[in-house]
């Protein structure tokens, strides 16, 4: 197997033998003849020649047959080498040796574990272990000359070259992945450390209003309690100045107990586990906030229909809530014309998307935002009853449905609330 | 065809590597990975591992990447072993596999016994 063996100079001897070679004159002879033919070679078209061994001839390609496929290698768009067995680079194509900001002089005849970092040496050295026809893969750094690593995708396989073992290596560049992946984390970890303070800021508020208003309740109460004591008690010998100073006392206190009580309702909706998903018919429950509601629909002389109702999931009384908050509103802020309110439902995807419209005062635009936050009122205090809690419970029992409230309407031409929310069935369209 | 030797014992090891300067400096001429330029590769370095530790550099010039640098050394087969350093230079052609040829050929101490 030793190579060379057909050519006049043996392997292994070395070639400073024409000076004192004891039959120089004829080995001078045979070489001069050689070169010849080496001549011959280089000058004329010649692509392979045929040299007698001791057995048998053997045709050896001059031109390099596989100079197309060397070309490929050469100017793809990722790293290749070519490794001995005993893991010497061979061959290092454009694209590694620039991965490597090396020289590819160097890199050839280097050990291969040279083009990676310490911390990669056993990986490399596993995967080189392929066995042939198989292909191995991992991911390792290659290490460039000026220290800094290249993150790439290693991939092995295993050539047997007539009893010679090479062992090829591809490498892709995962620094604009790994970039780019790196960059999701950041933005993806960023939006959780903003989301959960944002739910934090939300809870700790909540906690606050929840305990605020529980606490001060009581204090409150006694106020009020003591004042219609201190009324009682002093009876006609108060003068009526300190009679009206008492009443304004009194209702002072009355309207923070109201105030506090309503923050509290607030503060209760969506506390806690969201146990009570339920199927929720929302026909029953129009008719339910109709009847609670019937002292001020009669009072006004309202109209309230609705039609058919889809079924909905929820927490049953958080949408009987809205229901009644709504309808409440529509009954209250009526106008000159007798009042008629109309709830109706249409599909929206998963969602059912309702509308509680009226005919009454309407709402400027530029408010339709504002009103549904905690003790928002558009009106002088008296002219309507309420606290302006409704439409900020409203909301908050929308968005923990996982839906969304809004208003159409002008001045004086009516309003239409509409919010969504999900379907029992999706495939439910009634 | 001996008549480089002057010019070619200039060419020490490339100062612009930082290879520090070293007793042997090997350059093993092949051509593209064909078995025996492949065999010749890990003879030598298991051979230079043995005997040379820590005093040789081996350079590897693939003629197929530029058959121009075979004109140096005059190389006419692959694979061809030259001992550029200690002068005067030496060439050894074939796989490298006869190790006490190549000891020979190199004029190892070890091997001069
Ligand atoms: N249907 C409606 N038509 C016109 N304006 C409305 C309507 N619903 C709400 N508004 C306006 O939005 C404000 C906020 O409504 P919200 O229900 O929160 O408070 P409120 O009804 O005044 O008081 P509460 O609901 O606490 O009894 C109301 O004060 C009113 O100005
Ligand atoms: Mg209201």
């Known amino acids: 197997m030793a190579g060379g063996a057909s050519l006049p100079v043996p392997p292994g001897v070395p070639d400073g033998v024409s000076g004192n070679a004891p039959d120089g004159v004829l080995l001078r002879e045979q070489i001069l003849d050689l070169e010849k033919r080496l001549h011959a070679i280089r000058a004329g078209g010649i692509d392979s020649v045929v040299l007698g061994g001791p057995d048998r001839e053997s045709v050896f390609a001059l031109t390099n047959t596989s100079r197309t496929y060397r070309a490929i290698a050469e100017n793809m768009g990722e790293g290749a080498a070519t490794v001995s067995e005993r893991g010497v680079v061979l061959y290092v194509n454009l694209m590694l040796a620039a991965m490597l900001a090396g020289d590819r002089r160097h890199l050839v005849g280097a050990p291969v574990t040279d083009m990676f970092g310490a911390a990669d040496q056993s990986t490399v050295s596993g995967l080189l272990a392929v066995a042939p026809g198989a292909t191995t893969r991992a991911e390792a750094n290659l290490r460039r000359r000026d220290g800094a690593l290249v993150p790439v995708l290693l991939a092995a396989t295993c050539l047997d070259l007539e009893g010679v073992l090479v062992r090829c290596l591809i490498a892709t560049d995962l620094t604009a992945r790994k970039e780019a992946e790196d960059a999701l984390a950041r933005g993806r970890r960023e939006l959780e450390r903003r989301s959960e303070e944002l739910e934090r800021s939300n809870r700790d508020l909540e906690q606050f209003a929840y305990v605020a208003s529980h606490d001060l309740q009581e204090p409150l109460r006694m106020v009020s309690s003591y004042t219609t004591l201190l009324a009682e008690d002093l009876g006609d010998s108060l003068d009526d100045t300190a009679r009206r100073h008492l009443d304004f006392a009194h209702d002072g206190a009355a309207r923070m107990q109201q105030l506090v009580s309503d923050l509290l309702h607030y503060a209760r909706v969506s506390r806690g586990a969201d146990t009570g998903r339920q199927r929720v018919d929302c026909d029953q429950l129009v008719e339910t906030a109709t009847v609670d509601l019937h002292e001020a629909i009669a009072a006004a002389g309202a109209t309230v229909t609705h039609d058919p109702l889809p079924t909905v999931t929820g927490m049953r009384t958080e949408i009987e809530q809205l229901f009644t908050n709504l309808v409440g509103n529509a009954v209250k802020f009526r106008g000159e014309e007798p009042v008629r309110v109309h709830v109706s439902a249409a599909r929206d995807g998963p969602m059912w998307r309702f509308s509680v419209a009226d005919n009454g005062i309407g709402i400027d635009p530029a408010q339709a935002e504002t009103i549904f936050d905690v003790f928002r009122r558009l009106h002088k205090p008296g002219s309507y009853p309420g606290t302006g809690i409704g439409l900020a419970i409203c909301k908050k029992v929308v968005e923990h449905h996982g839906g969304r409230i809004w208003v159409e309407s002008q001045p004086g031409t009516g309003a239409t609330f509409r919010f969504t929310l999900p379907a029992a069935d999706n495939d439910q369209v009634d | ?113």
């Open chain 2, 1 to 113: 065809m001996m008549s480089g030797h002057s010019d070619e014992s200039q060419d020490v090891p490339d100062p612009a590597t930082g290879n520090p300067a070293v007793e042997y400096y090997l350059r093993l001429y092949v051509a593209g990975q064909s078995p025996n330029c492949v065999r010749a590769v890990d003879n030598l370095t298991r051979l230079c591992e043995e005997h040379l530790p820590g005093q040789y550099r081996i350079e590897l010039i693939d003629l197929v990447e530029n058959p121009t640098l075979a004109r140096g050394d005059e190389i006419v087969a692959v694979p061809t072993l030259v001992r550029r350093l200690p002068p005067p230079p030496r060439k050894i052609i074939g796989d490298l596999s006869q190790t006490e040829n190549v000891l020979a050929g190199l004029q190892l101490p070890e091997a001069g016994g």
